[in-house]
């Protein structure tokens, strides 16, 4: 194309950053210096730039990525009062003062910050030796200074003076500074940390040889004819940008569902296919089905409030069904009609009534063994779980597990093993696969099963077995049973091709779309 025709479609943001590009005294020019060289802004300077780079008018000479770090409003709060560290820091030492005491129950009772926000902190101060647990569970401090809580109030405050480079700041700082920045799913941190790009562009020779010919009036122009200019006639004194067909055409985003509900959908799928039932369960569960019933013992530390969501109100369930409890209760105290000891401790039946949001799938498999299920049968629930947990790349408080359970008189550890494998390379589209002994209260033998990530390596996707006396005798079933429960969340990382388990349910559109699809 010759240089006026193809000055004919330029648009008149292209104009002005073709000008400025021949200006500069310099060969090339940084996106800031184009926005300062033109009336601009940096997204219309995107826009014109990437028109440019596609019509071969301008080239990229340099791209430079440079870390920043920022405060984030919750870090301007900490840094204007006390972050959680150094707030239980002056609230002990307050108390000590005073001569009083101080419980991790009173600084929860405060509600200034989250459980999980005072029980990282509480945790750090510990490991660091500053704070130390007394009796009757009072904190004490234990006169070491704090080194972390001093460089996080040094951080805080030189950070409020305005956004600086990440490598700026020594390796120790960098390290404190990625601990407590925002991340996918927990934006209550006092950094963002955000990688900032900056590019420089020059003109090619085709570029170069089109300035003469750059036209004065562009600004004037007009790429759309309306009905008012048809109305008053002002179209004949206007000036009509031509287009050029060289040009990428937008792309079309069309509705798809999202890639996970169409993995969990694939999951049920193959499932069913393999003559699997599926089994249905409730989100508001009790420890009775949850873990009385699966033989964990109510002194086990997994019961905890730490481990465990308990719904506040109404908090216990009215009734659990007969002769299951009173079954179950004999094998907890002294096995009842199987052959073990049981745990040896005086059963509670009213903590066994006490509502809990479900906290494993397994939970599931026992309500459907408590129905005289036919022998032989195979069942599958895909249930969404609850547990108070830290999330990261790989755990969160809320996950979906595939659970399933297989009875019949010629089951054996066999049979899950080969089952385990096949839900790996099949759903997981895992290509290594490997096996670890476990242990869990409510099977015999246990294994998990891990498999290798692309990115994050080695991980574990679940545990399984077969279903100990105590669990299946109380509940009625006379022959062996295998069980499993899957995570799905992690299932998905692998099939899907993704690092974080956070992206499963990311806001960002365009994620979703370029999600792998191939499961």
């Known amino acids: 194309m010759d240089s006026p025709n193809q000055t004919d479609s330029l648009h008149p943001l292209e104009i002005q950053v073709l000008r400025a590009l021949g200006s500069a005294t310099t060969e090339s020019l940084k996106d800031p210096e184009l926005v300062r060289s033109t009336t601009l802004a940096p997204s219309q300077i995107s826009m014109a730039v990437g028109w440019l780079l ?23 709060l900490f840094q204007q009062a006390a972050s959680p560290p150094e707030w239980i820091l002056q609230t002990v030492q307050a108390a000590s003062g005073e001569g009083q ?10 509600g200034k910050f989250q459980p999980s926000e005072l029980s990282r902190a509480f945790g750090s101060l510990k490991k660091e030796g500053v704070i130390s647990l007394g009796s009757g569970g009072s904190l004490q401090t234990t006169g070491q200074k ?37 991340k996918r799913g927990n934006t209550q941190e006092p950094f963002r940390i955000d990688d900032h790009t900056e590019r420089a562009y020059a003109l090619t020779p085709d570029g170069r040889n089109l300035l003469p010919h750059l036209r004065e009036d562009a600004a004037q122009e007009i790429s759309q004819l309306t009905p008012e200019h048809l109305k008053d006639g002002s179209w004949r004194n206007c000036s009509f940008r031509k287009y050029s067909i060289h040009l990428r055409p937008p792309r079309l985003a069309v509705g798809r569902r999202h890639a996970y509900r169409e993995f969990l959908d694939t999951v049920k799928t193959k499932l069913t296919s393999m003559g699997f039932q599926e089994m249905r369960g409730e989100l508001v569960e009790t ?14 530390p997994a019961r905890a409030i730490h481990d465990v969501y308990f719904v506040k109100e109404p908090n216990h369930a009215k009734r659990i069904p007969e002769p299951f409890l009173s079954q179950v209760a004999e094998a907890h105290k002294n096995g009842g009609s199987t052959e073990s000891k049981g745990w040896q401790y005086s059963y509670d039946p009213e903590r066994a009534k006490r509502l809990v949001l479900r906290s494993q799938g397994t939970a599931v498999s026992a309500r459907t063994l408590a129905t005289n299920p036919p022998n032989p049968s195979k069942f599958f629930s895909i249930a969404r779980c609850f547990r108070y947990d830290q ?12 659970e399933g359970i297989v009875l019949g008189s010629d089951i054996n550890f066999r049979t899950l093993l080969g089952l385990l494998k096949l839900f790996a390379t099949e759903m997981a589209q895992a290509k290594e696969i490997r ?31 077969l279903f100990r006396s105590e669990v299946t005798v109380p509940l ?22 993704i690092q974080d388990i956070r992206d499963l349910f990311t806001s960002d559109l365009e994620a979703v779309r370029n999600m792998r699809r191939q499961f």
């Open 54 to 76: 596609t019509k071969e008018l301008v080239h990229l000479v340099s791209e430079t990525t440079t870390t920043y770090v920022a405060l984030t409003e919750v870090g301007t």
């Open 101 to 110: 005491t101080t419980t991790v129950k009173d600084l929860q009772a405060t």
């Open 146 to 182: 704090s080194a972390s809580v001093e460089a996080l109030r040094s951080l805080l405050n030189q950070i409020h003076e305005g956004s600086q480079p990440l490598d700026s700041f020594s390796p120790v700082h960098q390290a404190l500074l990625r601990q407590y920045s925002v």
């Open 287 to 300: 420890e009775f089905w949850d873990m009385d019933a699966l033989f964990m013992p109510q002194f086990h």
């Open 391 to 402: 999330v990261d790349a790989t755990h969160a408080t809320d996950f979906f597990q595939v």
């Open 435 to 465: 096996f670890l002994p476990a242990y869990f209260p409510f099977t015999e033998p246990s294994v998990e099963m891990h498999v290798r990530h692309p990115k994050l390596g080695w991980m574990e996707l679940g545990g399984a077995g």
């Open 476 to 497: 009625g079933v006379t022959v062996p049973v295998i069980a499993w429960g899957l995570g799905l969340d992690r299932m998905a990382m692998v099939a899907l091709g």
